[in-house]
């Protein structure tokens, strides 16, 4: 039997592709964005449910595209169709560049109760390097109208690792970030594909090579700086106010179930993976035919698969994995079954052990994928 406690929905509009976007999103298809509210409505009913949601995440593409009362007329919908907690999590991702002090006074009363708000960086000249829409000035603006609009759980998205960045200019971009402060921080590195514009100006030389040194030391300041302001790094690339974690993405670290609604989004249930079509015009379609959309994923989850994605993900968690929990959960004593790797791990100075549990060290916050691969049911 299902156990979803959370419900992500995408919104794949952008109003244009940052270079260096990985994600499902369509820029020149606004137009499309009533049909495509009215095919996740109805997704919404194919999918109804009864297990109680205790969060759930607007995701893009860039939500804050639609209009105050399309956002509304989701959360209703949802209400509709879904058994939505009192105290239920409701995020939405904002662009800067999209929102105002009356737009968000608007989505709060619809419901949406935390804000997650793509800065990336302080700095006009990174923000045009990445090709976003919006100024450092658009984003201070936004956060100041956040507040007056009684946002009281705030994340902000920043990004580090970009080609040329000082060590000194991703501080001035932390050092705003924690003035301005935010309940809770996603820094995340620079990631590029090759298809994407920004990896094709780095390949050609219009912009210098990324340093995973330099990156390495960004890290190392966030950490310090952020635990002197409150702080408190609880993933790898996460930290949050106390009490200020988002609930949502713990669901995913935590190996709980969720629903993906909307082009391209994902689900996780009673050990099936799948995703619907990304592909904008087909999802419409379907549900003109009151047809739930194309999959284009759709796996069982082996039980040794199930058990390394729990491994992996528990350690991208702070306080890593209990082993009792672990033992609960699988019947497996993690330290017998795993001896090998984790007291090779440990002795690269990888992750650490304690009567709890194993948690990555900070050099294995900085090497995780050295750690995450060890666990893979292959490698056993
Ligand atoms: S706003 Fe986000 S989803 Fe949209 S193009 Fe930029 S990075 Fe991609």
Redesign the pocket.
């Known amino acids: 039997m299902s156990d979803i406690k959370a419900i992500y929905i995408h919104v794949p509009f ?1 109003r ?3 270079k ?4 499902i ?1 369509y ?1 020149s298809r606004e137009s499309d964005i009533p049909a495509y509210i009215d095919a996740v409505k109805n997704e919404f009913s194919l999918r109804s449910g009864n297990s109680i949601i205790n969060t759930v995440y607007f995701g ?3 939500p804050s595209l639609l209009a105050a009362p399309q956002i509304s007329s989701l959360t209703s919908a949802m209400k509709d169709n879904f058994n939505l907690a009192n105290d239920c999590e409701i995020t939405m991702e904002a ?1 800067p560049g999209t929102i105002d002090l009356n737009y968000l006074s608007e989505v709060k009363a619809a419901g949406i109760n935390r804000l997650s708000i ?1 800065i990336q960086s302080f700095n006009d000249e990174e923000l045009s390097m990445l ?3 919006h100024t450092a000035k658009d984003a201070l603006n936004a956060i100041k109208d956040a507040r007056e609009a009684a946002f009281d759980n705030l994340n902000i998205d920043l990004i580090y690792g970009l080609p040329g960045q000082s060590v000194d200019n991703w501080k001035d971009s932390l050092v705003k970030a924690v003035e301005v402060n935010p309940d809770h921080m996603s820094l995340y590195p620079l990631t590029l594909e090759p298809e994407e514009p920004l990896f094709k100006e780095i390949e050609s030389r219009v912009l210098p090579e990324i340093s995973a040194d330099t990156a390495a030391i960004q890290y190392e300041l966030a950490e310090q700086l952020l635990e002197k302001h409150g702080y408190i790094h609880y993933e790898i690339s996460n930290w949050a106010k106390p009490g200020k974690e988002c609930l949502h993405n713990l669901v995913y670290w935590q190996g709980g179930e969720y629903l993906g609604i909307g082009v391209a989004a994902h689900s996780y249930i009673v050990n099936r993976r799948s995703a619907n079509t990304a592909d904008l015009s087909q999802y419409i379609e379907s549900s003109s035919h009151n047809s739930l959309p194309p999959q284009e994923v759709d796996e069982t989850i082996t039980p040794e698969t199930e058990i390394a994605e729990s491994i992996i993900l528990g350690l991208r968690l702070c306080n890593g994995i209990d082993t009792k929990d672990f033992k609960k959960r699988f019947n497996i004593d993690i330290m017998k079954r795993y001896g090998r790797q984790i007291e090779e791990l440990i002795n690269f100075g990888l992750i650490e052990n304690d009567e709890n549990g194993i948690r990555l060290s900070p050099r294995g916050r900085l090497l995780g994928n050295e750690v995450f691969w060890r666990f893979l049911p292959d490698k056993l």
Do not use: A, K, M, V
Request: aromatic share 12%; hydrophobic share 10%; proline share 0%.
């Open positions: 952008c244009r592709r940052c260096y976007c990985s994600f999103s820029q893009g593409g860039t662009n793509g090709g976003r829409i």
